[in-house]
């Protein structure tokens, strides 16, 4: 069923922690209502704008990442492409980014 995608260790890992997020979040809204924030955004957002916010985000620079990884090869002279995990890292570190001060 999943034959078309290249499910490795970091997409796995990457969309667990999306799941595990989304549940956090509903848990989270339950027990604290969320307020509108105006952060570095320019709107006010509530956590789950922020969410979002931060997944399209974390999305984009992974498929940046995979776009640019084959030329950063050849730029850098690399034996071989680097590693996924530094994208998912930078993703992480963004949506950590906009969520805190978004």
Same mark, same amino acid.
């Given at each position: 069923? !999943?034959?078309?995608? #290249?499910?490795?260790? =970091?997409?796995?890992?990457? !969309?667990?922690? /999306? *799941? +595990?997020? +989304? #549940?956090?979040?509903?848990?989270? %809204? @339950?027990?604290? =209502?969320?307020? &509108?924030?105006?952060?570095?955004? =320019? @709107? ?6 922020? +969410? !979002? @916010? *931060?997944?399209?985000? #974390?999305?984009?620079?992974?498929? #940046? ?6 030329? &950063?090869? %050849? ?6 492409? =680097?590693? /996924?995990? /530094?994208? !998912?890292? &930078?993703?992480?570190?963004?949506? *950590? &980014? ?5």
């Amino acid at each position: 069923m !999943f034959e078309w995608m #290249a499910w490795t260790t =970091p997409v796995a890992v990457f !969309f667990c922690c /999306i *799941g +595990l997020m +989304l #549940a956090g979040m509903t848990v989270w %809204e @339950i027990k604290v =209502p969320t307020q &509108l924030r105006k952060g570095f955004l =320019p @709107i006010e957002t509530t956590r789950g704008d922020r +969410l !979002f @916010i *931060g997944l399209l985000g #974390a999305a984009y620079v992974n498929l #940046a990442f995979v776009g640019v990884s084959g030329r &950063l090869m %050849e730029w850098m002279s690399l034996e071989a492409e =680097p590693s /996924i995990w /530094i994208s !998912f890292v &930078l993703s992480m570190a963004l949506l *950590g &980014l906009v969520m805190r001060k978004g």
